[in-house]
């Protein structure tokens, strides 16, 4: 069987109000294969499957770049002490987390990109004519059932964007995993286009009928905020309940996310002491940093991060961040350069004209600088990368970059 694409232009944008950031994906040709979806157990951990019956040429993320094979689990946390802010009557507040993790040689089982149906409800509701089973179908690195590799590792949480599900940061969480660090991607309960639970539950975007106000985003992220709390409190520490928990060094954990996640990490830095590093791709800023102290925190975004007209509001932010810091612009990327997004468009022929930057570079810059980030924060190890403008990447562009002392070093 064989796929066929056709190259179209971006048709529009699907934006929520006041947050500027749901998610909007251009038309693509569609196929006809189905890809199995993960199946999570009544313990909270997980086994994906792979695709099965995939096109003949389906799409495929980035090789992870470090040298450890890549493990994976998926966990259902439920915090009993939070009733869902956005359907009170489901009860308990309820997260969806993948955990990448470092692991040791080959085996294990491949995992699915996402369930058809997920794929379904993310691509229909952004009106895109592409064919769940060839978005569900795309290649993963990362393998379940693997032993996790010998000694402690960095932590590192991201949050997606809103409405975005947690499979649209694969790529970053493969790759930082491949490099050392345990990763988590977190899904919100009632926040995504469509999220499989426990028990054959699918549970939409109950928020964005919710999230018409000025006030949303910093409601969001203040919600957000606790929820990355708890996913720590579950993943470190006297509470932790992942069976690879012990792999992972508390003293070094970083946090991160797309869009409103990048705004969540300001917001859990503002009452979480626990993370030492932060960074924000893209997203505006909806609560303002408040006793960060000396903790670094990197913005990376594109130029319109630095508009007159301050839409992201890291201008009124940025002198706020008093530790390390850099304010970094991507040239040519959109709003979801930083995430898998442009990499499965090249692929399946659709034209981004928002985001001229090809699906090769925005992976290999995005990977390039957060992993240079965490490198530095989280292990100590001076990366040259973030002093300044590089011929490597001559995308990227330093904005009030430096702070009163470049060498410190948190």
């Keep these: 069987m064989t796929m066929t694409t056709t190259r179209t232009a971006l048709r529009g944008r699907a934006v929520a109000p006041v947050l500027a950031l749901a998610l909007a994906l251009p038309v693509a040709a569609t196929a006809t294969a189905q890809a199995a979806p993960a199946t999570v157990s009544a313990s909270g951990s997980a086994s994906a499957s792979a695709s099965v019956d995939a096109p003949a ?70 009106k895109v004519d592409v064919s769940p089973a060839t978005w569900s179908s795309t290649r993963t ?41 345990a990763v988590a991607t977190v899904d919100h309960a009632y926040e995504t286009y469509g999220t499989a639970f426990p028990g054959g539950r699918m549970l939409t975007c109950a928020a964005c009928e919710q999230t018409q106000e000025p006030e949303s985003g910093k409601l969001i992220a203040e919600g957000r905020a606790k929820d990355l709390s708890f996913v720590l409190d579950r993943l470190v520490g006297r509470e932790a309940t992942w069976r690879h928990s ?23 830095m503002n009452t979480d002491r626990r993370v030492r590093a932060g960074m924000n791709m893209d997203g505006g800023i909806q609560v303002m940093p ?6 670094p925190f990197l913005l990376l975004g594109t ?90 990447h001559p995308e990227v562009g330093f904005h009030q970059s430096l702070t009163a002392d470049p060498d410190h070093r948190p």
């Design 57 to 126: 040429t389906r799409p495929q993320l980035p090789r992870p770049t470090g040298p450890f094979a890549v493990g994976r689990d998926t966990l259902h946390l439920v915090d009993k002490s939070r009733k869902d802010p956005w359907v009170p009557s489901a009860g308990a507040r309820e997260l969806m987390v993948s955990m990448y993790y470092p692991a040791r040689g080959a085996g294990g089982r491949p995992t699915a990109y996402t369930s058809t149906e997920e794929a379904r409800l993310l691509l229909e509701a952004a």
């Design 141 to 181: 690195y990362a393998r379940a059932g693997v032993k996790p590799a010998k000694g402690k590792f960095p932590l590192v949480v991201l949050s997606p964007g809103f409405t975005a599900p947690r499979s649209t940061l694969t790529h970053l969480a493969e790759d930082l995993a491949s490099r050392g660090y």
């Design 246 to 268: 012990g792999l992972i060094d508390a003293r070094r954990i970083g946090m991160g996310g797309h869009s409103i996640g990048g705004a969540a990490t300001v917001a859990l």
């Design 290 to 295: 408040d006793g960060l102290g000396d903790r």
């Design 303 to 392: 130029t319109d991060t630095v508009k007159p007209d301050d839409p992201y509001t890291w201008g009124g932010a940025w002198p706020r961040f008093e530790g390390w810091k850099r304010w970094l612009t991507v040239a040519g990327s959109g709003h979801f350069t930083f995430t898998d997004t442009p990499v499965l468009f090249d692929q399946l022929g659709v034209d981004d004209p928002e985001a001229p930057i090809s699906g090769t570079r925005a992976e290999r810059i995005t990977r390039a600088y957060i992993g240079a980030y965490f490198d530095q924060h989280l292990r100590g190890i001076g990366q040259p990368l973030l002093d300044g403008p590089t011929p490597a």
